[in-house]
């Protein structure tokens, strides 16, 4: 069968309606296209675990802040649904703005406290647009697992907290990071990067590596210490503007003085005019 692309929240609500009913389980990727590997992965792990896969494209406005990428966010709707038809994902919901926010739409959800700090702190609305658009994409297309990228550690964590203090009613899968072969994590905005940048991005993940292998060597190192090194490491990269290179918990996102528990090593920095993201798992 081929992929149906649904535009209208009330079609694809009806079709929802008749999955419940024959009590099937619905798998849930929410992407803002352009899609690559990491998007794939987390579509193969809902076809694998679920009778009905729904994929969501939709560049969200409400996530970009006024300075932000949102006109030259790269888009191509053909490929997408090629990749994603190839996948059998059975329906691919692709709205417009009109219909996600009509004239007149005044209703936002906000997790407080982890939306201000980290990528809270150098894109203040963010995550306010990003807990908006996934709460109504939740309520609209109820499903069993939602899958997610461990690539966006802090809004998986919110979007997490979002679903537990709303009391939506599906589980979440936080995937792995998929990266290229020189180890920079895939991101749709990996297309802006001309060939100098892109060496340059190759610093991001080799400055978390740093600091893994650091940890690895002294499993009693100090965060403020870990920290220190990596940030000696990539100041040395001039064209690297560093937004922050920071620890949190896996479980509850807090900073950690000792790396006593499961964390992220996480990084955000621009590279030429592309600002990038990435983290590792220590301990
Ligand atoms: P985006 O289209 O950038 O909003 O991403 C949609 C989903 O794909 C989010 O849950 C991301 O965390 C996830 N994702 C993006 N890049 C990767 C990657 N390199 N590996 C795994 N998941 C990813």
Not at 185 to 191: E, G, K, P, Q, W
Request: proline share 3%; glycine share 4%.
């Amino acid at each position: 069968m081929k992929t149906k692309t649904i535009k209208s929240i009330s079609s694809l609500k009806k079709i929802i309606k008749t999955i419940k009913l024959s009590n099937k389980s619905i798998g849930f990727v929410p992407t803002m296209g352009y899609l690559h590997e990491g998007h794939l992965s987390l579509i193969r792990a809902s076809k694998k675990e679920n009778d009905i896969t729904i994929v969501s494209i939709y560049v969200n406005p409400t996530q970009f802040g006024a300075n932000e990428d949102f006109n030259i966010y790269p888009r191509d709707y053909k490929r997408d649904y090629l990749l994603i038809n190839q996948l059998n994902v059975n329906y691919l919901f692709y709205p417009n703005n009109e219909i996600m926010y009509p004239i007149g739409y005044s209703t936002f959800v906000d997790v407080d406290n982890y939306n201000k700090i980290l990528e809270g702190e150098f894109r203040p609305t963010h995550f306010r647009g990003v807990t908006t658009i996934v709460a109504k994409l939740l309520n609209i297309t109820q499903p069993t697992i939602m899958y997610l990228g461990q690539k966006d550690a802090q809004q998986a964590f919110i979007l997490t907290k979002m679903c537990q203090d709303l009391n939506f009613d599906c589980k979440i899968k936080i995937m792995p990071i998929i990266r290229d072969e020189n180890g920079l994590a895939l991101s749709s905005r990996n297309v802006r990067l001309n060939k100098d940048d892109y060496q340059l991005a190759l610093q991001l993940n080799k400055t978390l590596k740093l600091g893994k292998e650091l940890f690895l060597k002294n499993h009693s190192i100090t965060t403020d210490k870990l920290l220190n090194a990596c940030q000696n490491y990539i100041k040395k990269f001039d064209k690297i503007s560093v937004d922050y290179i920071a620890c949190r918990s896996v479980k509850k996102f807090d900073e950690i003085p000792k790396i006593t528990e499961k964390c992220y090593l996480l990084i955000a920095a621009k590279v030429g005019n592309v600002r990038l993201i990435d983290n590792i798992i220590l301990g």
